[in-house]
């Protein structure tokens, strides 16, 4: 299993946690703060920031896609299933999307 950290530096910190072994540092943005959530099987690990959201690789530490521009993300989150996230901003706006087609729902 995996623990991850987003920093306002525009990097998520990824570690095992069986050793406490740093795995990788994924370098999202300059100077941007990330928050990030590991999808329900582990697999895969979100990261958020004010232009995107990204999902990467936790094994191998790489980009798989990038979704949503420009959308001034302060936090992210996953629902259990993984069908769902559900993001916030700096301006107080909630948006649920849909996982698979990365589209807004509400």
Same mark, same amino acid.
Request: proline content about 1%; hydrophobic content about 40%; aromatic content about 12%.
């Given at each position: /299993?995996?623990?991850?950290?987003? &920093?306002?530096?525009?990097?998520?910190?990824? =570690?095992? &946690?069986?050793?406490?072994?740093?795995?990788?540092?994924?370098?999202?943005? !300059?100077?941007? /703060?990330? !928050? %990030?959530?590991?999808?329900?099987?582990?697999?895969?690990?979100?990261?958020?920031?004010?232009? @995107?959201?990204?999902?990467?690789? %936790?094994? &191998?530490?790489?980009?798989?896609? /990038?979704?949503?521009?420009?959308?001034?993300? @302060? /936090?992210? !989150?996953?629902?259990?299933?993984? #069908?769902?996230?559900?993001?916030?901003?700096?301006?107080?706006?909630?948006?649920? =999307?849909? #996982? &698979?087609?990365?589209?807004?729902?509400?």
């Amino acid at each position: /299993s995996h623990i991850a950290i987003g &920093t306002w530096h525009g990097e998520a910190s990824l =570690w095992e &946690t069986k050793t406490g072994k740093l795995r990788h540092i994924l370098k999202i943005a !300059d100077n941007n /703060s990330i !928050d %990030v959530a590991f999808t329900y099987d582990g697999y895969q690990l979100l990261t958020a920031n004010w232009d @995107s959201m990204s999902l990467w690789n %936790v094994e &191998t530490g790489s980009h798989i896609r /990038s979704f949503g521009e420009a959308l001034s993300i @302060s /936090s992210i !989150d996953m629902s259990p299933k993984a #069908f769902h996230l559900l993001t916030g901003t700096l301006y107080e706006k909630r948006t649920i =999307w849909e #996982f &698979t087609t990365r589209q807004s729902i509400g």
